[in-house]
């Protein structure tokens, strides 16, 4: 609203210069591209990024299977730690030697964790590629939104500081513009200041 106000106030304004009208024309642009220009923008890469992620999330269930894992032995077990805020507690987990047989029927066995405490001869089940390598759980549809509604949110607040920091950098080109002309006026001022011939 300061910006619209800004320019119809120096429409007709006999002081103004020719940069208030640049300065208020700006703040004007600036701010119909941050309402906008800044949520297209958004917009788009989220839906650019949601195509790409739920093209993920097909791939990834296509390739990666859950198998049963039979436990072997445990390899370690986790010290107990009464505060359940240490890091120690919150990233241990149980590590066991376990087999397993691939989607394409070949046996594997390696130390893995276990989502839970188990003993020697239980079972879990674990997520493998197509060859039997121990894979990360895929990506479900609803995290490929949260993620591209992120990515779009992202956009959009970047590009309107972008907008932003280009207007604050006219306005900064404008004001020493101003400075400049400001001290040329006050040395052609000093040159006859006082004088009495000089018609004041």
């Known amino acids: 609203m300061r910006a619209m106000t800004g320019v119809w106030r120096w429409r007709r304004n006999p002081l103004r210069r020719r940069t208030d009208r640049i300065e208020a024309w700006a703040a004007l642009t600036a701010a ?3 309402v906008l220009a ?3 923008a958004g917009w788009l890469t989220g839906r650019a990024a949601h195509g790409a992620l739920l093209e993920t999330v097909r791939l990834q269930h296509q390739q990666r299977h859950l ?9 370690s077990r986790a010290p107990l730690d009464p505060d359940p805020e240490t ?7 149980l590590r066991v ?5 691939a989607v394409d029927g ?3 066995i390696g130390q893995i964790a276990a989502p839970h405490p188990v003993e020697p001869g ?9 060859r039997g390598r121990v894979m990360p759980r895929p990506m479900d549809v609803s995290t490929a939104g949260t993620h591209a509604v992120l990515a779009g949110l992202g956009t959009a607040a970047a590009a309107g500081g972008l907008i932003e920091a280009g207007r604050r950098l006219l306005v900064g ?6 400075f400049r002309r400001w001290d040329q006026e006050w040395e052609r001022a000093g040159q006859t200041w006082g004088r009495a011939d000089a018609g004041s």
């Not at 198998?67 to 072997?72: K, P």
């Open 67 to 75: 198998v049963r894992v039979s436990v072997d032995r445990l390899v």
């Open 173 to 178: 080109q404008l004001m020493a513009r101003r």
């Open 32 to 34: 119909l591209l941050i």
């Open 122 to 130: 239980e079972g879990f089940r674990i997520w493998t590629d197509d």
């Open 87 to 93: 890091s120690s507690q919150r990233d241990a987990h």
């Open 106 to 108: 070949s046996p594997h």
């Open 97 to 101: 030697i376990a087999r397993w047989t």
């Open 38 to 40: 800044a949520p297209l």
